[in-house]
């Protein structure tokens, strides 16, 4: 629905989706008495509302979505180009992890205090990170619409209309952050040792968002323009920068090095995907040219 430039009712879904989920956790664990089968039972349902109910929206509020028997059969060439697309970028997400789980087995060496803060303080982390995913997604649907009208200047511009923006966001949320971070911490935990290392965690973090805001934007551009190859090798770069983090920074300074983890792995995607991406707009431009040539 967002690529046919509805972005409002999926909202609509996700907030029914997440009320349906509340309910039903409590449903089931007060109520039921149900153990951590309730809280995995309750998403399940809620997101298989949401799906059925956004396949029924989409099949009355669109007509181009309707399915006809003959959609229903699997095509050769859509699988290749699903798969060509959904591998490579999975694969990104799989070797990413992998220096995730390295860097976590050097900061669990440090002792319970820091694998606690940085729990705390991956925590309140990835709830305001929110926004630069939803940037990312979008900028996936406007790079791909984009090449589709062979318009890279307006892929160009866009881009760095939407880094503006995740730059903007960047600096309010360390403002935020700053002030209250504390406070959001205290929803996990009441040690005040642990509260002081997640809020170094939260500040080293926030103080370089603008360059997560950048591995999303211009991760998920290229990823839109069709060069998916290209998540493997920005998750490699993120891999080696923890790796490295984990083997070197760790062990010299502890703590204090696990927290410039991110900031680190993000710097190195940074540095392979703007040029990367310019890399991919002027190959594109030059092949869209070469086919006006041609019709010429």
């Known amino acids: 629905m967002r690529s046919l430039g509805d972005s409002k009712t999926p909202t609509y ?8 989920n509340v309910v039903l956790d409590i449903v089931f664990i007060i109520v039921l008495g149900m153990s951590v089968n309730g809280p995995a039972l309750a998403t399940v349902i809620s997101q298989f ?3 059925i109910s956004c396949v029924i929206y989409m099949k009355k509020r669109f007509p181009i979505l309707k399915l006809a028997k003959g959609d229903i059969k699997l095509g050769k060439h859509h699988s290749q180009v699903l798969i060509s697309m959904g591998i490579p970028f999975g694969l990104q997400y799989s070797v990413t992890a992998i220096g995730s789980v390295i860097l976590q087995t050097a900061v669990n ?8 803060s940085m729990t705390a303080g991956a925590k309140v982390s990835m709830f305001v990170v929110c926004p630069f995913d939803a940037l990312g997604g979008t900028m996936a649907t406007y790079a791909g619409q984009n090449v ?3 318009n890279i200047p307006r892929v160009k511009k866009g881009t760095w209309t939407a880094q503006l923006l995740g730059t903007i966001y960047a600096v309010i949320i360390l403002i935020i952050l700053f002030f ?4 959001m911490l205290r929803m996990f935990t009441s040690t005040e040792v642990v509260i002081n290392q997640a809020m170094m965690f939260l500040l080293a973090n926030a103080a370089t968002y603008t360059l997560l805001a950048a591995v999303n934007i211009f991760r998920f551009s290229i990823q839109g323009m069709g060069f998916s190859t290209f998540a493997i090798y ?3 770069m993120e891999m080696i920068a923890r790796i490295l983090v984990a083997f070197t ?3 010299m300074i502890g703590y204090a090095g696990a927290i410039w983890a991110s900031p680190v792995a993000w710097l190195f995607a940074v540095i392979f995907l703007i040029p990367g991406f310019y890399y991919c707009c002027n190959k594109l431009e030059k092949k869209f040219c070469a086919e006006n ?3 010429l």
């Open 109 to 116: 060496g440090l002792g319970t205090v820091a694998v606690a």
């Open 180 to 183: 209250t971070g504390k406070y």
């Open 293 to 295: 040539c041609h019709q």
């Open 249 to 251: 920074f760790v062990p």
């Open 234 to 236: 920005s998750g490699v």
């Open 13 to 20: 879904f996700l907030i029914m989706a997440a009320g349906i």
């Open 148 to 150: 589709g009208a062979k």
């Open 49 to 51: 509302i949401a799906g």
